[in-house]
């Protein structure tokens, strides 16, 4: 067909049908139309409400859906609205969810080790420039000084975790002896490799310059190795990073006046600053013969923070934190310094305290875990820093605080 022809034919106008309307039910045609209007109106209204008024009480607060990718799903916030007498319910909500939503965006970015951003520099960053002065956001820079407080140099086991990464995603058993250093012993003496320029000082160090400058110092020869050996990740908070995170929206929920709250961590770290009288439950686990479960619970109140490590996996978000063989056999990311081999020295270790932050708390009791047998004066020197424990031993929970009260047995 000729396209003219065809084209003529498309946009040449339908014939038009005429169609006589009956003029029967004139009263209950407009009788219909009115209550539609009535119930249109009546559902505007009530979205219109909807933004001027909300549920007051406790409440999982999410983080801006149309925010970037942030750290959010890795958390659980709850918020008291209506807590504050100085903001209607509804601004109060609004008002925590933009925090929230900020420093969830912002951390994301900041402890980052696969990509860079425009606005921030980050971990990625210093890892791309080695030797080189790097201002990082003061978030950042302070869980540097932390470490460097503690002397601990977990962070530069980065190819480890890197590597540990991997095991955590295999499909087959067969498949994790390229990464599992107590089934293959090549990759053991690999592993004791990077943990030897891990904690030599002279081979890799973060240099705290002040004014938010580090300078991620590292030699000629590590960075020689790592050319050899593909490694570019020479530094990762990894299964520390929430512990930095959580500390950090706190401090920035107390300093907006928002502390009617629980947050807790999807890894074991919990900051609960609600000042009222509002009773938490937190989750005493175990495990035996080679089965998860829960043990009992604790309640507590008032101003905390919790830290809780376990050698095994218990929820879904765990499946790429852990791996567990077929025998009951179990990886994990708490790796000792000395030769990056994962180590527990009970299956889970509560540590909690009125006085310090999570992440002071981990940094404190990370010693006591990471170990091949729990050491009970490292249990009682948590105790000259005010911090409780609590563990499973033999089917019994030992703790040392005597005003711990349990909800469940």
């Known amino acids: 067909m000729d396209r003219s022809k065809w084209q003529r034919k498309a946009n040449h106008p339908k014939p038009v049908e005429r169609v006589e309307l009956s003029e029967k039910n004139i009263g209950l045609r407009f009788a219909i139309v009115a209550a539609l209007i009535i119930i249109a109106v009546l559902a505007f209204g009530y979205g219109v409400s909807q933004l001027f008024s909300i549920e007051e009480g406790f409440r999982a607060i999410s983080a801006d859906s149309s925010a970037e990718t942030n750290s959010s799903e890795e958390f659980v916030f709850l918020y008291n609205v209506g807590s504050r007498s100085d903001m209607t319910p509804v601004a109060e909500h609004k008002a925590v969810v933009a925090l929230y939503t900020d420093v969830m965006v912002k951390s994301h970015k900041l402890f980052h080790t696969n990509q860079s951003f425009t606005d921030v520099k980050n971990v990625y960053d210093i890892n791309k420039h080695p030797n080189e002065v790097v201002t990082v956001d003061k978030v950042l820079y302070e869980a540097f000084s932390q470490l460097q407080e503690h002397g601990d140099r977990t962070i530069y086991l980065a190819p480890v975790y890197d590597m540990y990464e991997e095991l955590f995603l295999c499909e087959t058993e067969e498949q994790t002896k390229h990464y599992d250093p107590y089934a293959n ?164 270790l509560y540590a909690y305290s009125k006085e310090s932050e999570c992440a002071e708390i981990m940094l404190q009791m990370k010693s006591v875990y ?40």
Not at 221 to 233: G, M, S, V
Not at 285 to 309: C, G, L, R, T, W
């Open 185 to 348: 012993e090549e990759v053991a003496l690999f592993y004791q490799q990077i943990a030897d320029f891990a904690n030599d000082e002279a081979s890799i160090k973060v240099e705290l310059l002040g004014k938010n400058q580090i300078k991620l110092v590292v030699s000629e020869d590590y960075l020689k190795f790592c050319e050899e050996n593909d490694i570019t990740r020479l530094i990762d908070f990894s299964w520390m990073k929430n512990a930095f995170i959580i500390d950090y929206l706190a401090d920035e929920l107390v300093k907006n006046g928002f502390t009617a709250c629980c947050i807790s961590s999807i890894d074991g770290y919990v900051r609960n600053l609600d000042s009222s009288d509002t009773k938490f439950s937190l989750s005493i686990h175990d495990y035996v013969k080679d089965e998860a479960f829960q043990k009992s619970a604790i309640e507590y109140k008032n101003a905390i923070s919790i830290v809780s490590m376990r050698d095994f996996p218990f929820y879904k978000e765990d499946a790429y934190r852990y791996y567990k063989y077929s025998n009951g056999d179990i990886r994990t990311l708490y790796l000792d310094t000395k030769d990056a081999l994962c180590k527990s020295a009970v299956h889970n």
């Open 370 to 409: 990471i170990s091949d047998a729990l050491n009970q004066e490292g249990i009682s020197k948590l105790l000259d820093y005010e911090i409780y424990s609590i563990y499973c031993e033999d089917g019994e929970i030992i703790y040392n605080d005597s005003s711990l009260t349990f909800s469940k047995e």
